[in-house]
């Protein structure tokens, strides 16, 4: 008999065995620098020198977060600073939920994979005076411990020197705009065997797998504002939950204070070092309002600046407040020629005009709960980068530590997929049902839901927060989802708005159970931390309240 596995939607049986199959050992899904680093590590480290991966990404390379980060990456570099300063920061940043040991997992291997990224050609920017490489410090930071790559293009850096090294490997293939539907589990949901995937020429394909590792990203996109590639719709991590893995956290979503706003164009971040170098931020009346708010003004941690950006906009009136870069003169554009050409684009000249800057969500510090190898909560099914929840950003993530988890969980979770080898059971032909039936509910203009959700989110989910609005944003997003879930989409658009359905759905409902403020996640009306809610949440399909690991 044939064996036959779960899909959870889009698919009627028959149509599925008709389906093309492909089997690989590792599949990686997301092409930033987690899954490009995970499937590296899968390919080399196993005992035998063929492990075959597939990267499934969803664009092409530049599509990814790493691809636009601007950032650096924190590493302790320098005799003078310990990984105990590092551990100490990022659990000051983590507001009471960093795990200590995820914590020092990280920070303890960062200068190992930072070095390998040397080796492999990573050309990170050096200091004029000692031709080493240049290590920033920034906010957050009590040591100068922040390595860039051409100024401000520190992600692409490494998304470029990642990409080369993987085309090195010919057991490595790398599927561009490759759209995973849906994981694949045994029919009693115990074991992840690879993924649907849907690519524009191909169309629908199966491709089973030994061990799946997800990097795919967080899902900046559930929100109006954001500084996200449009790609990053939470694919992963709905996927992961309809598949039963659990999820931790999903109440922490990190702000940025400043993106570009330009009514009409995709929002874009203006890194938080511009404000490093000492950019002053005026409100439209050109008054200069963050001590009003805190007295470390410009330099307060993010979710401050973001806050007093949004109540400032408020008190005048605006739709944004400025950056003025003016009196840093001609080294602002070599400090950051990224910005400086995206500001260009824009006829923005730094030097003369203000930036118009807004807050934006920016990444997701929820996820696919991990153990620090990896591994989800179902057999068979890894995860690393933003996608998951280690343990390492607690309640709010330090700057610069994302690429930081992405290497370090990258490398690991690709070693640790090979443990899977052993135990695959998969021989073609294959069947998959799918458990959702034809609906005979009434449409709603997918698109409508879409930017709808987004503006709900935008307007009640996020920086500030308030319990009964709470409770009435949920109620809409379940409306929408009674009409949308059911639905079998053919095109990315409706299965992307599901997943974002399912996104808000979760991070509604771990904000509503939150009832304290802490880290990114501010209640109105419950504006201080308690004691209680010291623990992680952890959600999943089928109950409807967390599991609380206690810190
Ligand atoms: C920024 O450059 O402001 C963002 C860096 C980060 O989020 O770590």
Known sequence: M????HQRRYLIPFRAVLLPQIFTDVLVIGAGVAGMRSALSAAEEGADENTDVIIASKGVLKDSSTYWAQGGIAAVMDKADSFESHIDDTMIAGAGLCDRNAVAHIVEQAPQRIEECIKWGLPFDKSAKTNQTALAREGGH???RILHADGDGTGKAFALTLYDKILEHDSIRLFDDCFVLDLITDKDNQVCLGAITHHPKYGLQVIWAGATILASGGCGHLY??????????????????????????MSFVQFHPTTLYIAGAARSLISEAVRGEGAHLLDKDGYRFMQDYDERGELAPRDVVAKSIIKQIQKTNATSVYLDVRHLGREFLQRF??????????????????IPVHPSAHYMVGGIHTDLSGRTSLTGLYACGEVAATGFHGANRLASNSLLEGLVMGAEAGKTALEMMEKRTIKPPVKIISDIRISERSNLDIDDVRSSLRSIMWRHVSIERDGQTLNEVQKSINFWAQYSLDKIFDDRRG??????????????QAARWREESRGT??????????????????????SETPELNKV
């Open 142 to 144: 009590s040591h100068r």
């Open 495 to 508: 299965w992307e708005t599901q997943n974002m359905l399912t996104l808000g759905s979760l991070v509604t």
């Open 337 to 354: 020629p990224g910005i400086t050409k995206q500001l260009h684009a824009f006829d923005i000249n730094p030097l003369k005009d203000l």
């Open 521 to 542: 996640h501010q209640r109105l009306d419950c504006p201080e931390s308690k004691d209680d809610f010291q623990v992680h949440d952890l959600w999943q399909i089928g």
């Open 2 to 5: 044939d064996q036959i596995f």
């Open 224 to 249: 109006r504002e954001s500084t996200n590639p449009q790609t990053v719709t939470g694919d992963g991590i709905a996927a992961a939950y309809r598949a039963g893995a659990k999820l931790q956290d």
